[in-house]
């Protein structure tokens, strides 16, 4: 039997339960999208996989609600480390400290994977009972004009359900892009990588004070060191038709990098192949690939899970947008045009360079220069600008010494302004609307548009207090020492309209006396004129 719902109370079905499924379903969740998620197996995986998490993931989950408890159960790391595996000497640091004028969590965290789909699991029950259904196997989908009709074996027999549309974050093996018929491009690799933990006392007994997150490069053999919040985590490829390596074979294996310890027990281990792969197109109607399901990146640099998230990001908003009203379906064409170029061209191919790097092959790599700040935006906030435009105007990453002015299609930096109730965070300002931020002088009572939406809301931004009689304390925010101005590297009478997901959309000059900027440029963005209270 069909569940019958109308069109506009239907759910979004998220199909896959892993990292990326989890973290879009919550962002649905915030922004009052009714959803639903399906799990084929019915208990989330053990298997040892990913590990860190990038601080740009950290901003996503503090937008959805979920940070707390993921920085409960990790470990937080300010330095990445390069070393040379043959002198076990550093080389180089990347110090994410430098990033305090861009983000409030200039760090990343090392959390296991298999640790972190439980935390995310109990945030998602606990905002939203009932919406994850475990042991619930897609077994095909129909689409229709105003919504998709999904069938799924369950443990109490087959089920349809109504979606008002499907996204995929089924893994590399999707079914659903397969029942697509969409083709995947690329490649896999002969070599793959062995993963394995270990418990081993690096820290009191035997100290080796390496970074948290270390990369050992080297010719012939390289490795990464991951401290996880209760283990040691080590990673290496595996040359093609090697067979799998058996306990002392890793032990081994760890002593020649970290050196001989008295005590090394291996606790887990996992082999798994290595793709650089990406499907050739994103959307199908009201079908969406997401994470793995859209692109297979080579796992450096932990690129592979957070530049999923960078999907989960981009996506939710647009959804909640178009469920709203608030925006035509045009909308969500954005989502495949902004993202491919970042995990084809960007991620993908940092990867590949960063492998390259480990194996000191072909020389320097240029997401890597002598500018820290460049480093750890690129590495721990990952550089991305988007082509917001459709100019071709994008980027991974980010150089020099300090902080460059935002472009448009960038990342907003996170910074505190002070409005009538205190002090506030751009990020908390766009968690559920677009932003125009007037960069102005309010001594001169410039035309602010009144806050009479909830889809764009308006805030002059001043060195200068807004006067109690101005008429603007409900929408002006105080900027002392011009910090944010100064940030975004703009000038007086600037408006910077921000996204909800915290991206620029536009960087323009505007006339203090007219009111009309914003709403022209949200309405030539989402399709439709700006939503009033």
Known sequence: MTEQLTSEQLPVAVVGAGPIGLITALGLVQYGVPVVVFEEDDRLSLDTKAGTVLTRTLEVLHR??????????SLRVDEIGELDRATNTPTLSVRTGDLTED?????VVNIPQHHLEPVLRTALEKKAPGVLHMGHRLTGFTQHEDHVELHLATPGGERAVRARHLLACDGGRSQVREDLGITVEGRTLEERYMLVDLKVDLDVDEPRDYPYLAYFGDPEEWMIL????????FLY???AGLPEPDRDELAAKARRFIGDVSNLEILGTNIYTVHHRVADRWRDGRVFLMGDAAHLITPMWALGLNTGVLDASNLPWRLAWV??????????????KEQAPVA?????????????YMDRRGGALEAMTDGNWGNAFTRALLGVRLDVDGSGDWSMVKTGDRPAAVAAGDRAPDLPLFGPDGQVYLHDLTADS??????TDTRRRPAIPAQNSPALRHYAVSRWDAPQDSGLRDRALFDPGERVRQRFGVGDDTLVLLRPDGHAAAIVPYDPACEGRAAELYERITGRPVPRT
């Open 64 to 73: 959805y609600g979920a940070l707390s408890e993921v920085l409960g159960a």
């Open 103 to 107: 983000t409030r969590f200039p760090f």
């Open 226 to 233: 991951v401290r996880q919040p209760h283990c040691w985590r």
């Open 237 to 239: 490829p595996l040359a």
């Open 323 to 336: 469920h709203r009203g608030w925006a035509d379906e045009s909308l969500l064409d954005a989502y495949e």
């Open 344 to 356: 084809v061209q960007g991620s993908g191919e940092m990867a590949e360079a960063a492998r390259a």
């Open 434 to 439: 677009f932003v125009a931020l007037y960069f």
